[in-house]
Structure formats: C-alpha cells, structure tokens
C-alpha cells in the first residue's frame, strides 16, 4: 500500500510550484518521495521526475499530427494514457514499498468535472496498485477578493470533488501575493453568508441554480482557518 496526493487546479494555480515544495518538504523531513509529472504540456520542471509522461506522449506531438489545439490535445494526451495505463503502472510499481508519491496533472479543468480519461487513470491506479490517494485542489487566493469569482471557485471544486471521488482538499495559493489584490470582503466568511451570496449571484443571473439545493454550495465552501496538522506524528503512515 502506497499514499499520494493527485495534484489539480486551474492553469497557473500553482500546481508544479507545489509539487517542488512539498517534495523538498517531504525529504526534509526523512521521507522518500516521487513526482509524476502527468502534464504533457509542462516542459520546464523545477523538480527531479521519477516518472514523466513525456516519455510516452509529447503534447506538441499530438497537436502537429492531429491538427488539435492545447485542449483538445490534453484530452487526446490523457486518453493515450488511459489506454497505455500498463506503461504507468510498469514506472510505478518500483517506488510503491517506500515513496510518497506526487502527481502533478494538467491544469485543464475540464479533464476533473467533465471528462473521464483523467479519472479513470487515477481509478486504474488505485485499484491495481492498492493506492491511497488524496485530491488536492488548488485555488489561487486572488479569487477570495471578488464574492462572482469566489462562488465560481466553490462550484467548481464542488464539481471536481463530485467526480473525482476521491478525500479532498481545496488549498489557497499564492497566498503571499494576496495583499496587493486589495481589501478582501470579509462578509460571506460563514455558510449561511456564502448561501445569501449565491441567492444574490442567482437572482441577477436569472436564477440559474434556482434547482441547486444550497447545501451543495455550503458544502464546498473553503476553509478559511489555519490547517493544525503535525506533520511528524504519523511519518510513515499518510
């Protein structure tokens, strides 16, 4: 049995950063850990790969020989995937005794919340290599400044976590940067304010959630207290 994080979240969230960090982390504190980098698109990595899907399949590749644009190329990338998942497994199963593993993904949301290549991959894994996995979304801080964006980034993890069906996790990012984004709105920091605020979004859209239970989008609000969590008091077990 092996544990991992599946590493998601919208272009330019800071998915590869994270991954570098948590895996100096993780070796800081006497931890094996690998990355798998399963983002074709992603050429420039500030991290040591132990598995990289470039190996089998280049983005640039699909899009010259198929004449697809960078979206419909991920999803031919992760389809490829899905069909070759022999050859993942095969990088995989050497580092399952005693590595963390990271799997940094593309940042196309609609691979999480509406196709199902990228989750059958991560299904595939679970199953045939007894994997325990955890979704960790991120979701870059930038969107807690504006109560519109806000909502869209609830929904949006709430539709990821749906179909994903995995623990999950949302973390802010770029949270050092948040300062220059403005005053934050401090006034939809509980769940019945973030229901308020969706009635109020619905009602200038034309109630378009008016068939959405509220609960759904409480249910997905992020937290907005500090995580305490000791990261040494299972080293070996999460």
């Not at 895996?23 to 598995?51: E, H, M, T, W």
Request: glycine share 6%; proline share 5%.
């Amino acid at each position: 049995m092996a544990f991992g994080q599946v590493v998601i979240g919208p272009p330019g969230s800071g998915k590869t950063t994270y991954c570098n960090g948590m895996s100096q982390f993780l070796s800081l504190i006497g931890r094996k850990v690998a990355v798998i980098n399963l983002d074709p698109a992603n050429d420039a990595l500030p991290y040591d790969c132990a598995v990289n899907i470039e190996d089998l399949i280049k983005l640039s590749d699909v899009m010259n020989e198929h004449s697809l644009g960078p979206n419909g190329g991920l999803v031919y990338c992760m389809d490829y995937l899905e069909k070759n998942i022999d050859w993942l497994q095969s990088k995989l199963e050497p580092l399952l005794k005693d590595h963390y593993l990271l799997f940094d993904f593309p940042g196309q949301v609609e691979l999480f919340f509406l196709h199902s290549n990228a989750k059958n991959v991560i299904m595939k894994l679970i199953k045939k290599l007894n994997l325990r996995l955890t979704a960790v979304h991120l979701v870059d801080a930038h969107l807690c400044s504006d109560p519109g964006k806000y909502v869209s980034a609830l929904l949006l993890t709430l539709s990821t976590m749906l179909h994903l069906e995995l623990p999950h996790i949302n973390v802010l990012s770029k949270i050092d940067l948040i300062e220059s984004y403005g005053k934050l709105d401090t006034s939809f920091q509980d769940k019945e304010s973030v229901g308020n605020l969706v009635k109020l979004i619905d009602r200038t859209n034309g109630y378009i959630f008016a068939g959405m239970e509220s609960s759904a989008v409480e249910f997905s609000k992020i937290a907005v207290r500090p995580v305490d969590w000791d990261y040494y008091r299972y080293p070996y077990c999460c």
